[in-house]
């Protein structure tokens, strides 16, 4: 069935330091690929998102490449910041007549340490 | 402000008791779902709906079942709850037809304990 990897399943970084969280997906149909950051004991939000047209896209501090010739998709933080630690969690759309549910990778625990 | 609200954040159970967990959003939200999540295992699909009376069964159904009365409204069941059905759900709804995906609103969440 589909399924969505995800690694490092842990990552720890210096304050100011980059952190890069990557994806694999399994059906090369999937098609929306968003990116939700879940804080201690709060819901999960959606941080930023890419659709399957697009190569790369920004937003301030985060950054999101796709690649559909591999299957997979990365999450980039540069300058990061004690606020950035979290648990994040990479999707991908489900194909076929589903397509409006995601299914999620395990999450990555990010810590920076000050 | 999209607003999803579940109806009780904190819940203990016993052994084969019927359990309601209630979701409400006020966003006139098509898409609703409802999610476990357990740690090192992410975010788990148990059932969505993208319409009122409208169901359909994800990665896990087995042991849940749903009711979507009203288009705001989506009721997560246990009918029988076992110690493995511990753990914390989550609702939320999307706006968007079928087949198109888009941003997932969650609610805070319920913490099922089941004793």
């Known amino acids: 069935g589909e399924n969505v990897e995800q690694h490092p399943s842990t990552l720890s970084v210096q304050e100011g330091d980059s952190a890069v969280i990557k994806c694999t997906y399994s059906?090369?149909?999937?098609?929306?690929f968003p990116w939700y950051k879940q804080e201690l004991g709060k819901r999960p939000q959606l941080i930023i998102d890419?659709?399957?047209?697009?190569g790369e896209k920004k937003d301030q501090r985060i950054a999101v490449t796709l690649n559909k010739t591999a299957k997979h998709f990365s999450l980039h933080i540069t300058e990061t910041q004690p606020e950035d630690s979290a648990v994040y969690f990479c999707?991908?759309?489900?194909?076929?007549?589903?397509?409006?549910?995601?299914?999620f990778g395990k999450g990555t625990k990010l810590s920076v340490k000050p | 402000d999209v607003k999803v609200t579940q109806s009780s954040r904190y819940l203990v159970k016993r052994t084969g008791e019927k359990v309601f967990l209630e979701c409400v959003q006020d966003?006139?939200?098509?898409?609703m779902f409802w999610y476990r999540q357990d740690p090192g295992l992410g975010l788990r699909l148990i059932y969505f709906?993208?319409?009122?009376?409208?169901?359909e069964k994800g990665d896990i159904p087995e042991g849940y079942s749903v009711s979507r009365e009203k288009k705001e409204r989506f009721s997560l069941i246990l009918e029988s709850a076992s110690t493995n059905q511990t753990s914390m759900y989550l609702c939320?709804?999307?706006?968007?037809?079928?087949?198109?995906?888009?941003?997932?609103?969650f609610g805070e969440g319920s913490r099922l304990t089941v004793l």
């Open positions: 939320a709804s999307s706006f968007g037809y079928r087949g198109v995906a888009g941003e997932l609103f």
């Open positions: 059906d090369s149909a999937s098609n929306y």
């Open positions: 890419i659709r399957s047209n697009v």
């Open positions: 999707a991908a759309s489900r194909p076929g007549g589903s397509q409006g549910n995601l299914i």
């Open positions: 966003m006139d939200h098509e898409n």
């Open positions: 709906s993208y319409d009122v009376k409208m169901k």
